[in-house]
């Protein structure tokens, strides 16, 4: 009897059949489930990493010690007070939220500089005053990722420690 | 006894099965990381909007009561 060489056509297209499907599945699941997953979860973590960061916002801004508090700079980029000995600082450049702490005087000295937050458009402190004394800020941060959607933090300034 | 060349059709569809098994548990396994993420990210905007009216009823005591 001689031996079997190759295999014949029918079983090729029986093969290449069954090929071309497990193929066409796989690609279809990756195209419509996964890369929209990685997409949304990329999103998600994105906009989580900003909530954290107003988190520390806030905590930072509920730990001013000093009553009342000496604001040494606000505007709607950049906000800066002085917390004892030091000053400290939060801005926004180059899409990415800073915290700053040093000597601030006309511009910042002796400066250690944290990256709270990346990916930012815009970051915007708004202040709420009552008889010329700040009474609450409000912090605005519009992600790269999706920036019909800012995400708004609003701390309390506390007027004086409580006894 | 005959030598066995290549591989059986059986052998292919367990193959395939096998890897499609496969596929099915990786998509299974990033959808529910996703759908846990989109839960966590909800509640995470929930305490953000509570906080956020807590903070100004605070600011707003704290104004009346300083002022």
Sequence with gaps: MPNKKGFSLLSFLLYLMFFTMIMFFSCHIIVSLIIPSFSTMRKCQSIIALHIASDLFVRDIRAIKSYPCHWKLVTPHELIWQEGDHDVGWCCSDNRLERKEGIYNQGWKHTTTSVVAAGIKQATFAVEQHNKVIIGIELTLIPLIDQKKPIICYVAIKQREKT | ?67
């Design chain 2, 1 to 67: 006894m005959k030598p066995k060349n290549g591989f059986l059709l059986i052998e292919l569809m367990i193959g395939l099965s096998i890897s499609t098994f496969f596929i099915l548990i990786i998509t299974h396994y990033i959808i529910e990381v996703k759908v846990t993420q989109q839960k966590a990210l909800k509640r995470i905007e929930a305490f953000s909007i509570a906080r956020n009216k807590s903070e100004k009823i605070l600011a707003k005591n704290n104004s009346d009561t300083y002022a």
